[in-house]
């Protein structure tokens, strides 16, 4: 060791002055600003990628780190005014102004207390462009070299609802930008998550409210956004028919969209949405733009998973039909639209052929089987070369498999990552190419406690398909089964690494 140090010394003597401060600077950078690579911290095989303590923002260079009342002096706007007006005023004929709905209208938000320990006081908040502790993402789904972070509008002071990362910087906690821009992002009022097609486009969900706790503001029609992510141009906005939207409180519950693509036609894309408050699944077609609706007993929640501890809060929730995910190519041409409710253990499937016609025989719809206790999940998705099923489980703070080949039971199911404190409520889960991809947000405590701002609350993990289910029940049979590797297609998007 002494000899070292002194070797070291005598070298770093002979250097000039100029070469002493790289040197300096490259170590100083390596201590104080960890990459991707150098974060270190896992959970099972899944790596952190980044973590929050709370969320900032860099809107076209310019920093947002604190409680701002107003978009004053950020670049490309610098007219001084109460940006959040556009959404947050309560003057009347702010409400819901898209016409009458059949249903009755109440509370949109079911799962909020009335009296939670953690809410706020609208008129304290009112007006303002950002307030940090409001801002809990929810979404993350890595397209190329980007990942796209949501922030729903569930409070005041949320400056964007989609924005994005790039995966090239060096930041354990990056500040967010407003996606495509902070201007064009105004005009998008609350979404969930997003999906990325084979066809270099982004889809979301507008649902169009704030969910104020207890004073929800139905501001614009729920829609189906489109976005070109080579020319990042909003192409399409479709808004959601009558039809489609039950109730009032319907909005706020569409808050995840699957995309298929049929016959290698970008023209041919068919958008599945699930409805978790009133239960059913909407469905658009791109070339007929048109969407209909469809109801079955499998999109309710189960009365038996209801109960609910996670991140040291018990409660109740009764959340329906939550995440449906794709399977591979049949030869009839169709997929398997695998699909739960979140407040289950159950799974489902039905062919998309179905979804796909305006009156699904409900006969169609099967019953894969039972997960076991606590296994209610967020997002689920199918990576099709392996036919492995990855779930973001909130019930035990986890992410866990199945391979779809095999009967759906808990003897084959394995729990890859588990942590009560750093996978507490995993929000989202997505599969880019050959890797698995999670955000985690402890969104139950921030609604009925409140967040420690001194200790990270939000995270982002992923890790390498093969690596998770090596040595697990999920890994293929290859002895029993036809399984050919097929190499990745990626789009011109992902090719050329934007």
């Known amino acids: 060791m002494h000899i070292l140090r002194f070797c070291f010394t005598r070298i770093y003597c002979k250097l000039n002055i100029k070469m002493k401060l790289l040197l300096f600077i490259q170590f100083f950078v390596l201590l104080t600003v960890p990459s991707i690579a150098q974060s270190g911290r896992r959970i099972g095989k899944f790596e952190e990628v980044f973590a929050w303590r709370q969320i900032t923002y860099d809107i076209e260079g310019v920093p947002v780190l604190e409680d701002r009342f107003a978009e004053e002096n950020l670049a490309g706007d610098r007219r001084k005014r109460a940006s959040d007006n556009l959404y947050f005023n309560d003057e009347p004929g702010n409400e819901r102004n898209w016409g009458p709905v059949s249903g009755p209208i109440w509370n949109a938000n079911p799962i909020e207390p009335v009296n939670s320990p953690a809410a706020i006081n609208p008129s304290e908040e009112r007006g303002r462009f950002f307030v940090q502790y409001n801002n809990l993402p929810m979404g993350a789904e890595r397209v190329g070299n980007r990942l796209f972070i949501t922030i729903p509008r569930r409070r005041y002071g949320i400056p964007a609802t989609i924005n994005y990362i790039s995966l090239s910087q060096r930041s354990l906690s990056p500040a967010l930008s407003p996606y495509p821009n902070m201007r064009a992002s105004r005009s998008v009022v609350s979404v969930y998550r997003t999906r990325a097609d084979e066809c270099d486009r982004l889809w979301a969900v507008d649902t169009g409210a704030i969910e104020i706790p207890n004073n929800v503001l139905y501001l614009q029609r729920p829609s189906i956004l489109v976005y070109d992510l080579n020319t990042d141009r909003q192409i399409l906005k479709y808004e959601l028919k009558n039809a489609d939207l039950p109730a009032n409180n319907t909005a706020t519950g569409l808050a995840s969209i699957t995309v298929e693509i049929r016959n290698n036609d970008c023209f041919d894309a068919y958008a599945y949405i699930a409805d978790?408050?009133?239960?059913?699944?909407?469905?658009?077609?791109?070339?007929?733009?048109?969407?209909?609706?469809?109801?079955?007993?499998?999109?309710?929640?189960?009365?038996?998973?209801?109960?609910?501890?996670?991140?040291?809060?018990?409660?109740?929730?009764?959340?329906?039909?939550?995440?449906?995910?794709?399977?591979?190519?049949?030869?009839?041409?169709?997929?398997?639209?695998?699909?739960?409710?979140?407040?289950?253990?159950?799974?489902?499937?039905?062919?998309?052929?179905?979804?796909?016609?305006?009156?699904?025989?409900?006969?169609?719809?099967?019953?894969?089987?039972?997960?076991?206790?606590?296994?209610?999940?967020?997002?689920?998705?199918?990576?099709?070369?392996?036919?492995?099923?990855?779930?973001?489980?909130?019930?035990?703070?986890?992410?866990?498999?199945?391979?779809?080949?095999?009967?759906?039971?808990?003897?084959?199911?394995?729990?890859?990552?588990?942590?009560?404190?750093?996978?507490?409520?995993?929000?989202?889960?997505?599969?880019?190419?050959?890797?698995?991809?999670?955000?985690?947000?402890?969104?139950?405590?921030?609604?009925?406690?409140?967040?420690?701002?001194?200790d990270y609350n939000f995270f982002v993990y992923r890790a390498k398909v093969q690596d998770l289910i090596e040595g697990t029940v999920c890994a293929p049979d290859y002895r029993k089964a036809q399984f050919i590797e097929r190499p990745l297609q990626f789009s011109r998007y992902q090719r050329n690494g934007k």
């Open 276 to 454: 978790v408050v009133t239960y059913g699944l909407i469905v658009y077609s791109l070339k007929q733009n048109t969407s209909w609706r469809h109801s079955h007993n499998y999109f309710s929640f189960l009365p038996t998973a209801g109960d609910l501890r996670v991140a040291g809060q018990s409660f109740q929730w009764n959340d329906g039909v939550f995440s449906l995910t794709l399977g591979r190519m049949q030869s009839d041409g169709c997929r398997p639209a695998y699909f739960h409710p979140m407040v289950s253990s159950q799974e489902f499937v039905v062919s998309t052929c179905e979804l796909q016609r305006t009156e699904a025989n409900h006969t169609a719809f099967r019953f894969l089987g039972d997960r076991g206790a606590n296994t209610q999940s967020t997002m689920h998705g199918v990576h099709t070369p392996t036919n492995v099923m990855f779930f973001a489980e909130i019930g035990r703070d986890a992410v866990s498999c199945w391979n779809v080949d095999k009967p759906l039971r808990s003897d084959n199911i394995a729990v890859l990552a588990r942590d009560e404190e750093r996978m507490s409520y995993p929000s989202d889960l997505h599969i880019t190419g050959d890797e698995v991809w999670v955000m985690v947000n402890r969104l139950p405590r921030f609604i009925y406690s409140r967040l420690d701002t001194s």
